[in-house]
């Protein structure tokens, strides 16, 4: 088996390094922005897509199809995002005769449209938050079924996932309004305008069961807990979660496999649930392809996910015996981005002049990016992810914090001062968090003030200076002897804010 990484950044080198240690050669794909990228550099083979649009590279089926066949890849691995849920292209992967590593396009069909996936796993005996299982047909029929939920309700995209094209209802006099606009934002988002209503959870937990099908079982691999996050954008993970009991871990991956087994599942999947403060779940949705934040799991369990996709794609089994299914230690992990906190997390732009990555026992630095990459606005703003792990959870807390304060990124802002502040914070330190902590918390993302973000600040722009010299002249108001500022100065240049 051959493999065509579907994909580019942290994942596609992830899948790369998992194909390397399976004895598999890997190809990457690229787009004219990405043509220097470490992606392409780890691969074995890289073809180039198209323009730096992912509409004309990454998200290009007969492209990607035609470079699986010029470089004779027999497999072809979509990492996250771009086309890993869509289950047309699952299809057209298995019609070109290619090895699809992901779950069946069925199962993705069954998962994305999300009545039918609450019909489902309802029939599975899965929990799923109580509410409507079809799409509402007009206003008149809404109120009878806003009375049978109550309120606060919430209205939902049938089609939808991920946040868009949901309303909250608190009371009968904002059903219409909220049935309106959701349908338009689930048009504009999906294509199609239903939308249904379910009971609304006040201040849950995000918390995710990993699961993992072969041929013959499906297992999982306990939860991760993603409540911090804006406005759907997840930001630390972490695995186990504080909220999760071992007795608990057992239901809900129990619900989990079942959910699993309703769709015919097979490779490496996550079933992502409400958790009430009561200890209460509720099935939200399963995403069929490997995530971001995979490497908590990893690290706690012991386990390779990718390799496991791979070993599953081709037909053999899964390589974790049942007595492995334990939580080892605590693991959590930072999404670095491109995306400065105090111009209110905009996506930035720019050349890495320096890159200093954390390193050292515990510490595991997934990145996309080197000294030298160009940081655009074609593609999300993920730079980076770093994860820790420890014996406990107060010691993966002090592991971050002493992991943050090595990372030094110059020529772009990232939003490392921000976890700086959230791992300094006791509400947080003491595993006090649900999915508005950061809506409840305005002050943990307004760092234009803070010491320590203008220090680091002018430690980057040193380091920025020290990287360039030599390959041009001293900024010319002082050179050597301009000190702090004009190293500042010439790291401004250099797009450090
Ligand atoms: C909810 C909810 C509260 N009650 N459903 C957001 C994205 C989509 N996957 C489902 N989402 C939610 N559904 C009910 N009935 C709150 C959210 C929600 C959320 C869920 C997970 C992670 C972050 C979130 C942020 C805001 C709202």
């Not at 599953?312 to 693991?331: N, Q, V």
């Not at 990459?373 to 107060?394: G, Q």
């Not at 760092?447 to 010319?476: F, M, Q, T, Y």
Request: proline share 6%; net charge negative.
């Amino acid at each position: 088996m051959k493999v065509l990484i579907a994909n580019r950044g942290e994942i596609a080198l992830r899948v790369i390094r998992a194909c390397h240690e399976e004895g598999l050669e890997a190809v990457a794909v690229y787009s004219d922005a990405d043509r220097a990228s470490p992606h392409v550099r780890a691969a074995d083979a890289a073809v180039r897509l198209g323009p730096a649009p992912a509409a004309e590279s990454y998200l290009n089926i007969p492209r990607l199809l035609e470079a699986a066949a010029s470089s004779g890849a027999t497999a072809i691995h979509p990492g996250y995002g771009f086309l890993a849920e869509r289950a047309a292209f699952a299809e057209a992967v298995e019609a070109a005769r290619l090895v699809w590593i992901g779950p069946p396009p069925a199962a993705i069909r069954a998962m994305g449209d999300k009545t039918e996936a609450r019909q489902r796993m309802r029939a599975a005996g899965v929990p799923i938050v109580p509410g409507a299982v079809t799409p509402v047909a007009d206003l008149n029929a809404a109120r009878v079924v806003a009375e049978e939920v109550g309120f606060p309700l919430m209205v939902k995209a049938a089609a939808g996932g991920g946040g868009k094209g949901m309303r909250v209802v608190r009371a009968p006099g904002e059903l219409r309004g909220a049935l309106e606009t959701a349908a338009s934002e689930a048009q504009k988002a999906f294509g199609d305008p239903a939308v249904y209503l379910e009971k609304f959870v006040e201040r849950p937990r995000h918390v995710e069961i990993q699961v993992l099908a072969d041929h013959a079982r499906t297992i999982h691999l306990g939860e991760r807990e993603c409540s911090v996050q804006r406005r759907h954008q997840k930001l630390v993970e972490e695995a186990p979660s504080v909220a999760v009991t071992p007795e608990l871990r057992e239901w809900m991956g129990a619900a989990a496999v079942a959910a699993a087994e309703a769709v015919g599942y097979r490779g490496a999947g996550t079933c992502e649930f409400l958790l009430a403060a009561d200890g209460a779940f509720y099935f939200l949705e399963m995403n069929t392809r490997i995530q971001v934040e995979h490497p908590v799991t990893e690290l706690v369990y012991g386990v390779d996910l990718v390799r496991e996709q791979l070993r599953i794609a081709r037909g053999e089994p899964m390589s974790i015996p049942d007595t492995f299914l334990h939580p080892r230690g605590w693991a959590m992990e930072c999404r670095i981005t491109a995306e400065d906190p105090a111009t209110g997390f905009l996506p930035g732009t720019g050349r890495i002049s320096y890159l200093r990555a954390p390193n050292g026992p515990g510490v595991r630095w997934d990145s996309g990016v080197d000294v030298g990459s160009e940081v655009t606005l074609f593609y999300d703003s993920l730079l980076a992810k770093l994860i820790v792990w420890a014996p406990t959870r107060p010691q993966a807390i002090d592991r971050m914090r002493r992991a943050l304060g090595e990372l030094q990124v110059a020529g772009i802002a990232t939003n490392q001062a921000f976890h700086r502040r959230l791992f300094a914070d006791p509400a947080f330190c003491e595993g006090d968090i649900d999915i508005q902590l950061l809506d409840r918390r305005p002050e943990l993302l307004a760092l234009e003030d803070d010491p320590a973000l203008v220090r680091d600040l002018a430690i980057a722009a040193a380091l920025a200076e020290n990287a360039a010299r030599g390959r041009r002249a001293p900024p010319s108001n002082g050179g050597s002897g301009g000190g702090e500022s004009a190293w500042l100065l010439a790291a401004r240049r250099d797009g450090v804010r």
